[in-house]
């Protein structure tokens, strides 16, 4: 099993950033990717950004590219997220995740972290 935990979520002004991690235990394969996820109230779980643990590869939502980036400490086993430019329409709960060469798709993912949230005020 493979537990994640997410921290570094809060209040923020439109405009300024903030830097999720998410701390990974249990078991990883190489072949596994971490995402990034936030859900906002009454609105589905949108995909984020993606990286793999192997080679880095990342991967972006049209939304946040340009603004986030994702990045791993695979000696620390540790994802992270960086949030520059927010928006009040980053206002969610962001989520970790990890799946076998998952993709986009929350149901590619078979750990989920508890989420954190982030608030961006205009």
């Known amino acids: 099993q493979v537990q994640l935990e997410e921290s570094g979520g809060g209040l923020v002004q439109a405009g300024g950033s903030l830097r999720l991690s998410c701390a990974t235990s249990?078991?990883?394969?190489?072949?596994?990717?971490m995402g990034w996820f936030r859900q906002a109230p009454g609105k589905e779980r949108e995909f984020v950004a993606a990286?793999?643990?192997?080679?880095?590869?990342?991967l972006y939502a049209d939304s946040v590219k340009g603004r986030f980036t994702i990045s791993r400490d695979n000696t620390k086993n540790t994802v992270y997220l960086q949030m520059n430019s927010l928006k009040p329409e980053d206002t969610a709960v962001y989520y970790c995740?990890?799946?076998?060469?998952?993709?986009?798709?929350?149901?590619?993912?078979?750990?989920w972290g508890q989420g954190t949230q982030v608030t961006v005020s205009s």
């Open positions: 990286i793999s643990w192997r080679f880095g590869t990342t």
């Open positions: 249990g078991r990883t394969f190489s072949s596994y990717v």
């Open positions: 995740a990890a799946g076998n060469l998952a993709r986009r798709n929350s149901y590619e993912y078979n750990y």
